[in-house]
């Protein structure tokens, strides 16, 4: 019997963990899963919401850390998941992403001799002023197993020379979680409640802080949006820290003023793929909507310099744009122009992530990964 503490922190984290306890719960007779939270993320459109909707079962342990600098949140977690990791003495960690639970997490492991293994490993923009790039570097210079999702994940870690008997490309796990509910989100009320038509409006989502904590890059946003607003009414589901943003830099107005740009509050999971699936074109800064988007064929422009996930590029829907007006705007009025993409298949994307992470975690010391493409 394998017991596994499995570690959530913010949104991003729940859709991967969710089919990975799934998985362990159906396997009873090999694993027994442990969900701890760390209150990272804490509101209910946040958080609780993501829970009923993947049924994920409610956390074992909450650690309550709640928002903070980095340093005193990264700080939190790791005071808060010693006693727990002391008291549980599980077989296995699992950490995922790249947020800062994540380091957080697999830190504590390190430093008391528990096997962590971190799930979204490999992935690298390059961009070390990202928070999220620190966390994925630390994070696999640290971790027992590391689980890819691509074999550009392979040559990455590789290239930084971790041992290749500590990868495995086992896919995309969040795609588990797609597959799943895809049906299930059809019965989402979102589109009716909104008023919208299939493939006649756009969403946008923006939270990185490149993007909304700097006026000038916000501002360029802003009037890219109201251009496209003109072409394709657009559904904005708001972060709170881009909300605080917003009004922190005086953007209040100008936001209302554009008149096709509708706020509306942070989604759960069933309506956000509700309505980004039903979507002629998603503009976003986050990296799992660039791999949902490709895997059902929506055209996706990523208001990004770089991309950690070049997989959706080469072979998926999405386009890095930057942040220059002119660029996302003649950007989008290309994406409208086209002819709809089909669904598109990225190797080991096929929902079964879960049970090869599972599979790896048993035989972990049978030897070998996999061969980098
Ligand atoms: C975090 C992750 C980021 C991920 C994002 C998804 C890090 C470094 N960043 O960024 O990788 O893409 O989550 O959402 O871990 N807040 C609330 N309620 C909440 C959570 C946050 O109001 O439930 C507000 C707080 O004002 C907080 C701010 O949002 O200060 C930012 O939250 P934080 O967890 O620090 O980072 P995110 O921007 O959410």
């Known amino acids: 019997m394998i017991k596994v503490i499995n570690v959530v922190g913010a949104r991003p984290n729940f859709m991967k963990v969710a089919p990975i306890v799934e998985a362990m719960k159906r396997r009873e007779r090999e694993f027994t899963p442990l969900v701890v939270h760390t209150g990272q993320h804490y509101d209910a459109a946040m958080s609780d919401t993501f829970f009923s909707d993947l049924d994920l079962p409610q956390p074992d342990v909450y650690l309550g850390v709640g928002s903070a600098s980095h340093a005193a949140q990264t700080a939190a977690v790791m005071e808060r998941f010693e006693p727990v990791l002391i008291g549980e003495k599980p077989d296995w960690v699992l950490v995922v992403g790249d947020v800062n639970s994540t380091l957080a997490c697999a830190l504590v492991c390190v430093k008391l001799g528990v096997k962590v293994a971190h799930v979204e490993a490999g992935l690298r923009s390059r ?185 959706t590029v080469t072979m998926g829907t999405n386009m890095i744009v930057g942040t220059d007006t002119e660029k996302i705007v003649n950007a989008a009025v290309a994406a409208l122009a086209e002819t709809a993409k089909p669904a598109i298949d990225i190797p080991l994307w096929d929902g079964k992530t879960a049970d090869r992470i599972l599979d790896a975690l048993e035989h972990n010391d049978e030897a070998g990964a996999s061969p980098p493409s």
Do not use: W
Not at 136 to 149: S, V
Not at 257 to 280: T, V
Not at 297 to 303: A, M, N, S, V, W
């Open 127 to 311: 961009d070390r002023t990202m928070p999220e790039e620190i966390n994925r570097l630390l994070t696999d210079q640290i971790a027992d197993l590391l689980f890819t999702p691509s074999a550009d994940a392979n040559e990455n870690l590789l290239a930084e020379g971790i041992p290749v008997e500590r990868i495995r490309l086992v896919g995309n796990v969040m795609i588990d979680s797609l597959y799943k509910h895809l049906e299930r989100s059809r019965q989402s009320r979102i589109k009716d409640a909104l008023d919208l038509n299939d493939k006649r409006y756009a969403v946008l989502t923006l939270h990185r802080p490149s993007n909304v904590d700097n006026p000038l890059t916000f501002g360029r946003i802003l009037d890219a949006l109201k251009k496209i607003s003109e072409l394709r009414p657009i559904v904005f589901p708001v972060h709170p820290r881009t909300r605080k943003t917003i009004t922190q830099h005086g953007f209040d107005e100008r936001v209302a003023q554009i008149e096709g740009l509708r706020l509306i509050d942070p989604l759960g999971y069933l309506d956000f793929l509700s309505l980004y699936s039903g979507a002629s074109l998603v503009l976003t800064d986050s990296g799992g909507i660039q791999e949902e988007t490709s895997v059902l064929g929506i055209p996706c422009l990523t208001l990004r310099e770089n991309t950690e996930r070049p997989i």
